[in-house]
């Protein structure tokens, strides 16, 4: 059997926090475990919002943890060519299609549609699905828009892409489900209807880098937040489409707040580095997140 590959993916868009040390610190010991590799990816693709010094905060506190990792990190805002080529084939395959809708005439759309009564349907983190405009246009206006200079995103006909592939997507999830189950869990990729591949601004999206990578890196193990579970879906759909290897999965819990409420990158408080520098040690951390070393 190959050797596991394990990796930890933050977005430098924040400091790291609690929920960031559980994640880090499971797949490392995973990795140690299995005597799998480690790896750190920075996920930086929004160049707005990603930054040099959070990233060497990430690193830093990573460091801080007891954690190493292998060098050179991959930064995926260096590897946009990578993405590009998927997209290509995505877009040769005649299964993505530029969207120029902007965000206040996606809203203006539902706002219309839900005054005649009809509650219109989200995906699974909350968001509205997004309506059929840009997909429905012929070829002549999208080559005209185009030509105009108009922006656009690429988005996945979901539908066509589920066609394409025709069968249904399974993963294998190691340990916690969405309700805690083990084994085989059946994707949905339809409920989050036609999901962004590259965006407007920047030529990839979230969903594509990460499945690009995680077949280019050789990652066999994916271990993430519990938050993450449905994206899957589409990362199975984006796999299948683009022929890459399937990694086994596992999504754990996430570390909620007092109040129950998923841990954010704006709540300072829970931050890694605060914490720190308020004389917590590594050991403290992993006390708090109910982290224990095997
Ligand atoms: N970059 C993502 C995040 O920070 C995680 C991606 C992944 O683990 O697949 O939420």
């Known amino acids: 059997m190959n050797q596991p590959v394990f990796r930890f993916a933050p977005s ?13 610190l499971l797949n490392h010991s995973m990795a140690q475990e299995e005597g799998g590799r480690f790896l750190v990816r920075i996920e930086d693709i929004d160049t707005t919002r990603c930054t040099p010094m959070l ?41 993505v299609y530029p969207s120029f809708f902007t965000r206040g005439e996606v809203r203006a759309y539902i706002a219309e549609a839900e005054a005649e009564g009809e509650a219109w349907p989200k995906d699974p983190d909350g968001v509205p699905i997004f309506p059929p405009v840009d997909q429905e246009r012929s070829e002549a206006e999208r080559r005209q828009r185009m030509e105009d200079g108009e922006p656009y995103a690429w988005r ?32 949905n990729p339809r409920a989050w209807g036609d999901v962004v591949i590259a965006r407007k601004e920047i030529p990839a999206s979230y969903h594509l880098a990460v499945v690009v990578d995680d077949a280019l890196q050789g ?38 707040d007092e109040s129950g409420r998923k841990l954010s990158k704006s709540a300072n408080d829970t931050s890694i580095a605060s914490l720190r520098e308020a004389g917590a040690s590594p ?8 982290f224990e070393l095997p």
Request: aromatic share 6%; net charge negative.
């Open 12 to 24: 430098s868009n924040g400091a790291l926090h609690l929920g960031h040390a559980y994640s880090a």
């Open 219 to 256: 990652i066999t193990h994916v271990v993430r937040g519990r938050d993450l579970i449905y994206a899957t879906a589409v990362h199975r759909v984006l796999q299948e489409l683009l022929k890459l290897p399937v990694p086994r999965y596992h999504h754990h819990r996430l570390v909620l």
């Open 283 to 290: 050991h403290d951390i992993m006390r708090m997140i109910g």
């Open 55 to 95: 990233e060497a905060g990430i690193l830093r506190d990573l460091e801080w943890l007891g954690l190493d990792w292998e060098t050179p990190v991959r930064r995926q805002s260096e590897h946009f060519a990578d993405y590009t080529e998927a997209l290509e084939t995505l877009v040769e395959a005649g299964l």
């Open 156 to 187: 996945l006909d979901m539908e066509a892409a589920c066609r394409h592939i025709g069968e249904t997507l399974f993963w294998e999830e190691d340990g916690e489900g969405p309700e805690g189950e083990t084994g085989i869990v059946t994707a």
